[in-house]
C-alpha cells in the first residue's frame, strides 16, 4: 500500500464504523466465547480440563506470536522464554504476597483474599516481567532483519537454563513453585479443581487474547501491516516503525507472559526445562500450522500442539516396550516438522485459510489471515 | 561469425499486454546494428528476452539457423550469445582479474583452460589500458566508466559470435562514450563480431552501426542503412524525438 | 597463570571447531543469502553415520571420509528437493522449513538410534601434555588444530584461487551477472551447501569426544555459538567467522573456567547482543548486506 492510501486509511479508520461501538461489540463477542469456554468445561473430565488449561496457556503465547510474525514479520523462536519470563514472575510474586498475607495473620490466609491477592499480584508481577524483557527485546528486533532476530531468540532460549542457575532467585535447574490456588468454598461442592485451574487458564487467557485482537483490528493492526509491507513509505507517513516494531514485540511477550502465568497456575511450577527450545518451537509449529497472523488459527494449533502428543503416545502405548520407548516424545515431532515444512511450501495460510475457504466461516473474522 | 536470427517473437510481463508482439529481426553475420527507440519502446525486454532471461510467450531465436528457445542463460552463453545488461553489471565485490577471468572462463562452447584464458585476459588489458593499472582493485572502487569498460571487456573476452549491448553510454561522459564504442567497432571489424546495440544515444550509436532498426511500442518500424536513418529528418521526428 | 595458559590452549582448540562450523555457516550464507537453521541437526546426521561406520569397520578415518561424504550428499539433497520449493521473496518461509527440518531430523535421529547419549572416544589421548609443569593441549586437542587449519586452508585456496571458487564467489554476490557469463549458478548454489554442510559435520564430529557424548542435540550449543561468532565476524566474512570463532572459543573457556560452565552461555548471549546492537551487520563486513 502507498503511503498516501496508508495515510488516509489510518485517518478514516474510524469514521466507518466509530471506535466505541466496535469496542462494546467486541467486548461482547470476547464475553461470548468466554461464557461458552467455561460452560464447555462441565462436559469435560479431569484429565481434559487439564489439557484444556494447558491449551489455553499454550494459545496465549501463540496467539502473540503469530501476530508478531504474522503482522510484523519478526520471527521470535523465544517465545518460551518469555512465557518463563511471565512464570517466574508470577511463581515468584505470589508467593511472597502469599507469605505477606500468612505473616500478618500469623496464620495461613484462607477465604477469598487468601488466593485471590496473590494471584491478582502473580499476574501483575508476570506482565513486569514478560513486559521488560520484552521491551529489551523489541529495542533490539527493531533494530534487526530476520535472521539475526531469530538468532539473537534462539541464543535467549539455549541460554535460559543459565539464567537461571546464575539468578539465585530462580533456582536453577529445579524451578520455583507457585502457589497452590484452591477452589473457592462456595464452588468446591460443584466443580473439582482441574475444572476451576481450566476457569482460570480461560479467564486470564480472555485477558491475554481479546487486546490482540482488537488490536489486530485496529489502527495499531494497520500500522504494523504498513511496516511489515514497507518500511519507507510507512515512514513517509508519519509512522515511525521502529517504535511500531518494538510495541508489537512488548504486546506479543505480554501475552506470551499470560501464557506463562496460566502454564503456573496449572502446574504450580516453574522450571528451565518446561521452557527449552523444543516447547519453543512447538509455539512456532502451532503459528505456522494455525496460519501466521490469525488468532483463531492460533487457537486450532495451541490445541493442536498439546493433545498430538498425547494421542500419539496413546496409539503407540501398545508397541514393545523398546519401539514405543523411542517413538515416544519424538514421533510427534516428527509429525510437526513434516506438517510444518508442508504447510510453509503448499499452503502458506495455514488451517485457517482452509476454514475460510469453506462455507461455514466465511464470514468469522477469528479465522482471517493476514499473510498474503 | 554468426547471424541471429529472431522469429515471431511475443514476450511480455505476467498477464499484461505483449511488450514484444510478434517481432522480426535478422541481425546477419558480422554486422553491427543499432537497435533505437524510446523509453518504453521494448528494446531492453528484446535483448532479455535474446538471452533468456525473460521467457518468450511465442516464437523463436536462431544462432546460424540452431534455435536457442529452450536453452537456459548459461547455455546460449556457451553457444556463442553474450550481452552486456544494462547498468555497470560489474560484480562489485571481486576485483577487475577476476572479473574478467570469469568472462573468460567459457569461449565459444569450450573451457577455456589455463593459459589460453591468461591470454585472453591479456589481450583486454592491451585494448582498455585503464583496466590493466587497476587489475588488483575491487569492483566496487571502480569509477562508472571504468565499469563500463570492465563490462565490456569482460563481455568481449569470452570472444561470443554476437553481442548484444543495452545503453553502455547510459549515464557516461561523451569522451568515455566515443573511446568504448570505438573499441567496440573496432572489435567488430577485427573480429566479425555481430553486434546488437541498443541505444538512446542515437548518434553515437548510429556512427558505429551499418545499420539502424528502430523500435517503437514492440514493432520495427524502421529498418534502414545507418547513414540514410541518420540524414532522414522525417524520421528522427517520428521515432527518435529529434 | 598455569590455569590461564590452560584455558586459553583449551579454548583455541575449542574456537577452532567453533570457527569451522561459523565458517560452514557463511559459506551457506554467501551461497543462499540465508542462516541455515537446520545446520546442527544437518550436521549430526552425518556424524551419527560416521560413529556406525567407524563402528562397523573399526576405523575412525572411514568414519571421517564417511561423515563428509554423507554430510556433502545431505546438502545437495536438501538444497534440491526441499529448499528449492521454498518461497524466496523473504527470510521467512526458509527460517520455517529450516525449523521443520531440525524437528524431523532429530526426533528422526532419537527414533533410529534412541535418544541416550552414546560414548564416543577420540582418537588421540584426550590428557594433556605438560610443559614445564604446566598442562597444555592434549594430543587430541593438537588433532583438531591441524584438521581445522588444513580444511580451512583448503577451503580458502578452493574459493579464492580455482575457477569453481571464482565462480562460487560470482554466483553468490551477483547470480544474474554471472549466468550472464555461462556460469551454472543454481549448480553452484548445491555446490555452495555441499561444502557447507560437509564442513559443519566435520566440526560435529570434532566437538562430540569433547562432549557428553553423541545425541541427537549435541550440534545444538555448537551451533548458537557459531551463530555468534559468524553474526559478530559479518555473515559474508570467512576471516571474520575465524577470527570471531577462535575469540568465542577462548571467551567460553575462560568463562567456564573462571566463573562456572553455566554462565559460559550468558557471556555469549551477551557478546552477541551487543555486537548485534552496535554493528548489526558484523565487525568484519566489509560494506553493508546486500538486501537479504
Given at each position: 500500500?502507498?503511503?498516501h492510501?496508508?495515510?488516509?486509511?489510518?485517518?478514516?479508520?474510524?469514521?466507518?464504523?466509530?471506535?466505541?461501538?466496535?469496542?462494546?461489540?467486541?467486548?461482547?463477542?470476547?464475553?461470548?466465547?468466554?461464557?461458552?469456554?467455561?460452560?464447555a468445561?462441565?462436559?469435560?473430565?479431569?484429565?481434559?480440563?487439564?489439557?484444556?488449561a494447558?491449551?489455553?496457556?499454550?494459545?496465549?503465547?501463540?496467539?502473540?506470536?503469530?501476530?508478531?510474525?504474522?503482522?510484523?514479520?519478526?520471527?521470535?523462536?523465544?517465545?518460551?522464554?518469555?512465557?518463563?519470563?511471565?512464570?517466574?514472575?508470577?511463581?515468584?510474586?505470589?508467593?511472597?504476597?502469599?507469605g505477606?498475607?500468612?505473616?500478618a495473620?500469623g496464620?495461613?490466609?484462607?477465604g477469598?483474599?487468601?488466593?485471590?491477592?496473590?494471584?491478582?499480584?502473580?499476574?501483575?508481577g508476570a506482565?513486569?516481567?514478560?513486559?521488560?524483557?520484552?521491551?529489551?527485546?523489541g529495542?533490539?528486533a527493531?533494530?534487526?532483519?530476520?535472521?539475526?532476530?531469530?538468532?539473537?531468540?534462539?541464543?535467549?532460549?539455549?541460554?535460559?537454563?543459565?539464567?537461571?542457575?546464575?539468578?539465585?532467585?530462580?533456582?536453577g535447574a529445579?524451578?520455583?513453585?507457585?502457589?497452590?490456588?484452591?477452589?473457592?468454598?462456595?464452588?468446591?461442592?460443584?466443580?473439582?479443581?482441574?475444572?476451576?485451574?481450566?476457569?482460570?487458564?480461560?479467564?486470564?487467557?480472555?485477558?491475554?487474547?481479546?487486546?490482540?485482537?482488537?488490536?489486530?483490528?485496529?489502527?495499531?493492526?494497520?500500522r504494523?501491516?504498513?511496516?511489515h509491507?514497507d518500511?519507507?513509505?510507512?515512514?513517509?507517513?508519519?509512522?515511525?516503525?521502529?517504535?511500531?516494531?518494538?510495541?508489537?514485540?512488548?504486546?506479543?511477550?505480554?501475552?506470551?507472559?499470560?501464557?506463562?502465568?496460566?502454564?503456573?497456575?496449572?502446574?504450580?511450577?516453574?522450571?528451565?526445562g518446561?521452557?527449552?527450545?523444543?516447547?519453543?518451537?512447538?509455539?512456532?509449529?502451532?503459528?505456522?500450522?494455525?496460519?501466521?497472523?490469525?488468532?483463531?488459527?492460533?487457537?486450532?494449533?495451541a490445541?493442536?500442539v498439546?493433545?498430538?502428543?498425547?494421542?500419539?503416545?496413546?496409539?503407540?502405548?501398545?508397541?514393545?516396550a523398546?519401539?514405543?520407548?523411542?517413538?515416544?516424545?519424538?514421533?510427534?515431532?516428527?509429525?510437526?516438522?513434516?506438517?510444518?515444512?508442508?504447510?510453509?511450501?503448499?499452503?502458506?495460510?495455514?488451517?485457517?485459510?482452509?476454514?475460510?475457504?469453506?462455507?461455514?466461516?466465511?464470514?468469522?473474522?477469528?479465522f482471517?489471515?493476514?499473510?498474503? | 561469425m554468426?547471424?541471429?536470427?529472431i522469429?515471431?517473437?511475443?514476450?511480455?510481463?505476467?498477464?499484461?499486454?505483449?511488450?514484444?508482439?510478434?517481432?522480426e529481426?535478422?541481425?546477419?553475420d558480422?554486422?553491427?546494428?543499432?537497435?533505437l527507440?524510446?523509453n518504453?519502446?521494448?528494446?531492453?525486454?528484446?535483448?532479455?528476452?535474446?538471452?533468456?532471461?525473460?521467457?518468450?510467450?511465442d516464437?523463436?531465436?536462431?544462432?546460424?539457423?540452431?534455435?536457442?528457445?529452450?536453452?537456459?542463460?548459461?547455455?546460449?552463453?556457451?553457444?556463442?550469445?553474450?550481452?552486456?545488461?544494462?547498468?555497470?553489471?560489474?560484480?562489485?565485490?571481486?576485483?577487475v582479474a577476476?572479473?574478467?577471468?570469469?568472462?573468460?572462463?567459457?569461449?565459444?562452447?569450450?573451457?577455456?583452460?589455463?593459459?589460453?584464458?591468461?591470454?585472453?585476459?591479456?589481450?583486454?588489458?592491451?585494448?582498455?589500458?585503464?583496466?590493466?593499472?587497476?587489475?588488483?582493485?575491487?569492483?566496487?572502487?571502480?569509477s562508472?566508466?571504468?565499469r563500463?569498460m570492465?563490462?565490456?571487456?569482460?563481455?568481449?573476452?569470452?570472444?561470443?559470435?554476437?553481442?548484444?549491448?543495452?545503453?553502455?553510454s547510459?549515464?557516461?561522459a561523451?569522451l568515455v562514450?566515443?573511446?568504448?564504442?570505438?573499441?567496440?567497432?573496432?572489435?567488430?571489424?577485427?573480429?566479425?563480431?555481430?553486434?546488437?546495440?541498443?541505444?538512446?544515444?542515437?548518434?553515437?550509436?548510429?556512427?558505429?552501426?551499418?545499420?539502424?532498426?528502430?523500435?517503437?511500442?514492440?514493432?520495427?518500424?524502421?529498418?534502414?542503412?545507418?547513414?540514410?536513418?541518420?540524414?532522414?529528418?522525417?524520421l528522427?521526428?517520428?521515432?527518435?524525438?529529434? | 597463570?598455569e590455569?590461564?595458559?590452560?584455558?586459553?590452549?583449551?579454548?583455541?582448540?575449542?574456537?577452532?571447531?567453533?570457527?569451522l562450523?561459523?565458517?560452514?555457516?557463511?559459506?551457506?550464507?554467501?551461497?543462499?543469502?540465508?542462516?541455515?537453521?537446520?545446520?546442527?541437526?544437518?550436521?549430526?546426521?552425518?556424524?551419527?553415520?560416521?560413529?556406525?561406520?567407524?563402528?562397523?569397520?573399526?576405523?575412525?578415518?572411514?568414519?571421517?571420509?564417511?561423515?563428509?561424504?554423507?554430510?556433502?550428499?545431505?546438502?545437495?539433497?536438501?538444497?534440491?528437493?526441499?529448499?528449492?520449493?521454498?518461497?524466496?521473496?523473504?527470510?521467512?518461509?526458509?527460517?520455517?522449513?529450516?525449523?521443520?527440518?531440525?524437528?524431523?531430523l532429530?526426533?528422526?535421529?532419537a527414533?533410529?538410534?534412541?535418544?541416550?547419549?552414546?560414548?564416543?572416544?577420540?582418537?588421540?589421548?584426550?590428557?594433556?601434555?605438560?610443559?614445564?609443569?604446566?598442562?597444555?593441549?592434549?594430543?587430541?586437542?593438537?588433532?583438531?588444530?591441524?584438521?581445522?587449519a588444513?580444511?580451512?586452508?583448503?577451503?580458502?585456496?578452493?574459493?579464492?584461487?580455482?575457477?569453481?571458487?571464482?565462480?562460487?564467489?560470482?554466483a553468490a554476490?551477483?547470480?544474474?551477472?554471472?549466468?550472464?557469463?555461462?556460469?551454472?549458478?543454481?549448480?553452484?548454489?548445491?555446490?555452495?551447501?555441499?561444502?557447507?554442510?560437509?564442513?559443519?559435520?566435520?566440526?560435529?564430529?570434532?566437538?562430540?569426544?569433547?562432549?557428553?557424548g553423541?545425541?541427537?542435540?549435541?550440534?545444538?550449543?555448537?551451533?548458537v555459538?557459531?551463530f555468534?561468532?559468524?553474526?559478530?565476524?559479518?555473515?559474508?566474512?570467512?576471516?571474520?567467522?575465524?577470527?570471531?570463532?577462535?575469540?568465542?572459543?577462548?571467551?567460553?573457556?575462560?568463562?567456564?573456567?573462571?566463573?562456572?560452565a553455566?554462565?559460559?552461555?550468558?557471556?555469549?548471549?551477551?557478546?552477541?547482543?551487543?555486537?548485534?546492537?552496535?554493528?548489526?551487520?558484523?565487525?568484519?563486513?566489509?560494506?553493508?548486506?546486500?538486501?537479504?
Amino acid at each position: 500500500m502507498s503511503a498516501h492510501d496508508l495515510k488516509t486509511r489510518l485517518r478514516t479508520r474510524d469514521l466507518r464504523t466509530g471506535p466505541k461501538t466496535r469496542g462494546t461489540k467486541l467486548l461482547l463477542r470476547a464475553g461470548l466465547l468466554t461464557v461458552l469456554a467455561l460452560g464447555a468445561t462441565f462436559l469435560l473430565d479431569p484429565y481434559r480440563n487439564y489439557q484444556l488449561a494447558t491449551s489455553a496457556g499454550v494459545f496465549a503465547a501463540v496467539a502473540g506470536l503469530t501476530l508478531l510474525v504474522g503482522l510484523t514479520g519478526q520471527l521470535s523462536l523465544g517465545h518460551a522464554v518469555l512465557m518463563a519470563a511471565g512464570g517466574y514472575g508470577y511463581a515468584l510474586t505470589a508467593t511472597w504476597v502469599a507469605g505477606t498475607l500468612a505473616g500478618a495473620d500469623g496464620e495461613v490466609a484462607d477465604g477469598v483474599v487468601g488466593w485471590l491477592l496473590p494471584l491478582l499480584a502473580g499476574v501483575a508481577g508476570a506482565l513486569v516481567t514478560a513486559g521488560v524483557l520484552g521491551l529489551l527485546l523489541g529495542l533490539a528486533a527493531a533494530r534487526l532483519r530476520g535472521p539475526y532476530l531469530a538468532g539473537l531468540t534462539l541464543a535467549l532460549v539455549i541460554a535460559l537454563p543459565s539464567v537461571a542457575s546464575t539468578i539465585p532467585a530462580l533456582s536453577g535447574a529445579q524451578g520455583v513453585s507457585a502457589p497452590f490456588v484452591p477452589v473457592p468454598d462456595a464452588l468446591s461442592a460443584l466443580i473439582a479443581v482441574e475444572q476451576w485451574h481450566a476457569w482460570l487458564a480461560i479467564l486470564v487467557t480472555a485477558c491475554a487474547v481479546t487486546p490482540l485482537v482488537a488490536l489486530r483490528s485496529g489502527r495499531a493492526g494497520l500500522r504494523m501491516r504498513a511496516v511489515h509491507d514497507d518500511e519507507t513509505a510507512s515512514r513517509l507517513a508519519g509512522v515511525d516503525p521502529g517504535r511500531v516494531k518494538t510495541g508489537a514485540f512488548v504486546i506479543s511477550s505480554l501475552a506470551a507472559g499470560l501464557g506463562g502465568v496460566v502454564l503456573a497456575i496449572v502446574t504450580q511450577q516453574v522450571s528451565p526445562g518446561a521452557y527449552g527450545l523444543g516447547f519453543s518451537l512447538l509455539l512456532v509449529v502451532a503459528a505456522v500450522v494455525g496460519g501466521l497472523g490469525s488468532l483463531g488459527g492460533a487457537a486450532i494449533g495451541a490445541v493442536l500442539v498439546t493433545v498430538l502428543p498425547w494421542v500419539v503416545d496413546q496409539a503407540t502405548a501398545g508397541l514393545p516396550a523398546d519401539l514405543s520407548h523411542r517413538l515416544q516424545g519424538n514421533l510427534e515431532i516428527v509429525l510437526f516438522g513434516v506438517v510444518v515444512i508442508v504447510v510453509t511450501i503448499l499452503w502458506p495460510g495455514g488451517l485457517s485459510r482452509l476454514l475460510q475457504t469453506t462455507k461455514f466461516f466465511r464470514n468469522t473474522k477469528l479465522f482471517q489471515n493476514t499473510e498474503r | 561469425m554468426s547471424t541471429l536470427t529472431i522469429e515471431k517473437l511475443t514476450v511480455g510481463y505476467g498477464d499484461g499486454a505483449p511488450v514484444l508482439d510478434g517481432l522480426e529481426l535478422e541481425v546477419p553475420d558480422g554486422a553491427v546494428v543499432a537497435l533505437l527507440g524510446a523509453n518504453g519502446a521494448g528494446k531492453t525486454t528484446l535483448l532479455r528476452s535474446l538471452m533468456g532471461l525473460v521467457p518468450a510467450r511465442d516464437g523463436r531465436v536462431l544462432l546460424d539457423g540452431a534455435d536457442l528457445t529452450d536453452l537456459s542463460t548459461e547455455d546460449r552463453v556457451r553457444r556463442g550469445l553474450g550481452l552486456v545488461p544494462e547498468g555497470r553489471s560489474v560484480v562489485v565485490e571481486l576485483t577487475v582479474a577476476e572479473n574478467l577471468r570469469l568472462g573468460a572462463l567459457w569461449k565459444k562452447g569450450r573451457k577455456n583452460k589455463g593459459p589460453a584464458r591468461e591470454a585472453a585476459v591479456g589481450q583486454m588489458y592491451e585494448l582498455f589500458e585503464p583496466l590493466a593499472r587497476r587489475r588488483d582493485a575491487a569492483g566496487h572502487t571502480l569509477s562508472g566508466g571504468e565499469r563500463q569498460m570492465l563490462a565490456l571487456a569482460r563481455a568481449l573476452v569470452g570472444e561470443p559470435d554476437v553481442l548484444l549491448l543495452d545503453e553502455p553510454s547510459l549515464g557516461l561522459a561523451p569522451l568515455v562514450v566515443a573511446q568504448l564504442l570505438g573499441v567496440l567497432r573496432d572489435q567488430a571489424a577485427a573480429t566479425g563480431l555481430t553486434v546488437l546495440l541498443a541505444e538512446q544515444n542515437v548518434t553515437g550509436a548510429l556512427s558505429v552501426a551499418d545499420r539502424g532498426v528502430v523500435l517503437s511500442l514492440g514493432e520495427v518500424v524502421a529498418d534502414r542503412p545507418a547513414a540514410e536513418l541518420a540524414a532522414d529528418p522525417a524520421l528522427r521526428h517520428a521515432y527518435l524525438g529529434f | 597463570m598455569e590455569r590461564l595458559v590452560f584455558l586459553l590452549s583449551t579454548g583455541l582448540a575449542r574456537g577452532a571447531v567453533l570457527a569451522l562450523f561459523a565458517l560452514s555457516l557463511v559459506i551457506v550464507y554467501r551461497a543462499a543469502r540465508a542462516v541455515n537453521f537446520a545446520q546442527a541437526a544437518m550436521a549430526i546426521v552425518p556424524v551419527y553415520v560416521a560413529f556406525a561406520v567407524t563402528a562397523a569397520s573399526g576405523s575412525y578415518w572411514f568414519g571421517l571420509a564417511s561423515a563428509l561424504v554423507v554430510g556433502a550428499l545431505l546438502g545437495a539433497v536438501v538444497e534440491r528437493w526441499l529448499l528449492r520449493l521454498v518461497p524466496q521473496d523473504n527470510p521467512l518461509p526458509g527460517i520455517i522449513v529450516a525449523i521443520g527440518l531440525v524437528m524431523v531430523l532429530q526426533a528422526g535421529l532419537a527414533i533410529a538410534f534412541g535418544p541416550d547419549h552414546r560414548p564416543v572416544h577420540a582418537p588421540f589421548s584426550q590428557r594433556p601434555f605438560e610443559i614445564a609443569g604446566v598442562g597444555v593441549l592434549s594430543p587430541y586437542d593438537l588433532f583438531v588444530l591441524v584438521v581445522a587449519a588444513v580444511v580451512m586452508g583448503a577451503l580458502a585456496i578452493l574459493f579464492n584461487r580455482t575457477t569453481i571458487g571464482l565462480q562460487l564467489r560470482a554466483a553468490a554476490f551477483a547470480p544474474e551477472t554471472s549466468r550472464l557469463l555461462g556460469v551454472r549458478v543454481p549448480r553452484m548454489v548445491t555446490l555452495g551447501w555441499m561444502l557447507s554442510i560437509a564442513t559443519a559435520a566435520l566440526a560435529a564430529l570434532l566437538l562430540v569426544p569433547t562432549g557428553l557424548g553423541l545425541d541427537p542435540h549435541a550440534a545444538d550449543v555448537l551451533f548458537v555459538n557459531a551463530f555468534a561468532a559468524a553474526v559478530i565476524g559479518g555473515l559474508d566474512s570467512p576471516v571474520g567467522a575465524l577470527v570471531a570463532g577462535l575469540v568465542v572459543g577462548v571467551l567460553a573457556s575462560l568463562v567456564t573456567g573462571y566463573a562456572s560452565a553455566a554462565t559460559a552461555p550468558l557471556a555469549v548471549l551477551a557478546l552477541l547482543t551487543v555486537v548485534l546492537l552496535v554493528r548489526p551487520h558484523g565487525l568484519f563486513a566489509a560494506r553493508e548486506a546486500r538486501t537479504a
